[in-house]
T-cell receptor, first 114, second 110 residues
């Protein structure tokens, strides 16, 4: 168990809808990262938050947004969903901003858009 | 941007065999991790290894940062080793980003 908690585990929704994925980092970790893994593809970095502030941005679509709350949990909001958004979404956390500490991943949320 | 290349892309082993997976990266990095993604999709942290050599049971890893590569050794492979092995590098590009390689898909036959 990595200590990173993601909910829900599975999500099935229709095109055009909006969903929210939730992540609680490991105790003591201040940074949260979001990754997307599409079918048979690698992990694409979406965004990082450190202690409530956005720190780094990757290939995140404008239809997607995220935030980190004062209790350090994070939410990833996906809107106007398309079939191609079906993927496994991972959250990870590190102690600091990540320069010298390992990433620990949650078990992911599997999103299916029909 | 940085390129992270893993080889081989696919590997089939007979149970009990040994193997070496390679990760090459094109630029200096702050740190490097190896992950195993099991058939259920979980990402397991194997090694955090910016440089040097580490061992954990049947697995060991070596990173030579000056030559920009890392190796993951699997000895006496078991069917439970099947899955995808990812190398991930961390570097600063206007923020610390972790970039993953495409992975090595391993299947261990009983």
């Amino acid at each position: 168990d990595s200590g990173v908690t993601q909910t829900p585990k599975h999500l099935i929704t229709a095109t055009g809808q909006r969903v929210t994925l939730r992540c609680s980092p490991r105790s003591g970790d201040l940074s949260v990262y979001w990754y997307q893994q599409s079918l048979d593809q690698g992990l694409q970095f979406l965004i990082q938050y450190y202690n409530g502030e956005e720190r780094a941005k990757g290939n995140i679509l404008e239809r997607f947004s995220a935030q980190q709350f004062p209790d350090l949990h994070s939410e990833l909001n996906l809107s106007s969903l398309e079939l191609g958004d079906s993927a496994l979404y991972f959250c990870a956390s590190t102690k600091g901003q990540g320069e010298n500490s390992p990433l620990h991943f949650g078990n992911g949320t599997r999103l299916t858009v029909t | 941007g940085i390129q992270v290349e893993q080889s081989p892309p696919d590997l089939i082993l007979q149970e009990g065999a040994n193997s070496t997976l390679r990760c090459n990266f094109s630029d200096s990095v702050n740190n490097l991790q190896w992950f195993h993604q099991n058939p259920w999709g979980q990402l397991i942290n194997l090694f955090y290894i910016p440089s040097g050599t580490k061992q954990n049971g049947r697995l060991s890893a070596t990173t030579v940062a000056t030559e920009r590569y890392s190796l993951l050794y699997i000895s006496s492979s078991q069917t439970t080793d099947s899955g995808v092995y990812f190398c991930a590098v961390r570097l600063y590009t206007g923020g610390f980003k972790t970039i993953f390689g495409a992975g090595t898909r391993l299947f261990v036959k009983a």
